[in-house]
């Protein structure tokens, strides 16, 4: 029922879109050793800290703009292939530096790969600059400042990923400043793996229009009120959470009580082959877990498009794309 459905996704993290195969490529190229993250065609981590060594490790394998290139022209073909129409990608320049290339080179190889798939599939694509919260504020106040330059085109948001128990939100707001004057869209994970009170502080120290998971947000009924007031959209991942433990199990995920709540949210695949999942995945999950209908699993995908980091002509196709 799921596969007709048109879809969007806003939360991708591109270094975790690399499927096993394709680093096993990546580490046949260069003569690495996947051993100590890959196994057979799996990733292999128990919690989240062993998940970023594997993230990080898979990452270090994309050097070269060829490289970034293949990665988002795969990834976005993949999707296309799913039936998705638009998505946006977390892109790390600390990612691309840690493996030598210069951030130029690494959003022109993106750019590249985005350029090949809208051709050969139509899908619209636009990247997110993100700060890895766990490098600390310098290092995300000098990715918000490169983001602020504009480097490309197709770049228009700003947020952070990392992990969310390191150091207090406040720390990292005058990086979202410097974002937000220069008119970047601003979304920053929050409720993945710590709970209300990191929304709550996410909210008052950087204004989103988006958070990134924000779901733990429904361990308090007041904060799910005001999200759903002030309209902030929630780039819900819940395979994501299932694979990192977040929730035991699909009934136990709050995706449809917030939604009751009038919360606007989205479905998103975060770091696919480290999850077991894939965009269409996550549209059948929900949909077998609370009984979705085509137009209910629509809804979600208009309301990416409706959030999404993207000019309002694009934006109006797209839509249009829906009815
Ligand atoms: N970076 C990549 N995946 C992430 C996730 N699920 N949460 C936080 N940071 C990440
Ligand atoms: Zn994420």
Known sequence: MTQHVKKAELHCHIEGAASPAL?????????????????????VWSDFTEFLVAYDG????????EDYA?????????????????????????????????????????????AQAKLSSGIECRM??????HLGAEKVEAAA???SMRPHPLITGFGMA??????????????????????????????????????????????????????????????????????VVLEACPGSNLALKVYPDIS?????HLRRAGVKLTLNSDDP?????????????????????AADLTGFTRTAIQAAFIDEPTRAILLGQLD
């Open 70 to 114: 293949l990665l988002a022209r795969t990834y976005l073909e993949g999707i296309a292939a799913q039936n998705a129409i638009y998505a946006e990608i977390f892109v790390s320049p600390d990612h691309a530096v840690a493996a030598g290339l210069s951030p130029g080179a690494y959003f022109d190889g993106l750019a590249d790969g985005i």
């Open 162 to 231: 990392g992990e969310e128990r390191f150091g207090k939100v406040a720390d990292f707001a005058r990086a979202f400043d410097i974002a937000r004057d220069a008119g970047l869209g601003i979304t920053i994970h929050a409720g993945e793996l710590a709970g209300a009170e990191s929304v709550r502080d996410a909210l008052n120290h950087v204004r989103p229009s988006r958070l990134g998971h924000g779901v733990r947000a429904a361990e308090d009924e007041a904060l799910v009120r005001r999200i759903a007031e002030q309209g």
């Open 252 to 256: 136990s995920h709050p995706f449809d």
């Open 23 to 43: 680093v096993r490529q990546q580490a046949q190229k260069y003569g690495a050793d996947v051993s100590g993250f890959i196994k057979g065609d799996s990733y």
């Open 58 to 65: 898979a990452a270090t394998l994309f050097r070269s703009e």
């Open 145 to 147: 400042r490169l983001a």
């Open 128 to 133: 997110i600059i993100v700060g890895v919260r």
């Open 273 to 293: 082959p480290h999850f077991g999942s894939s965009i269409g995945h996550e549209y059948q999950l929900v949909a077998d877990a609370w009984g979705y209908d």
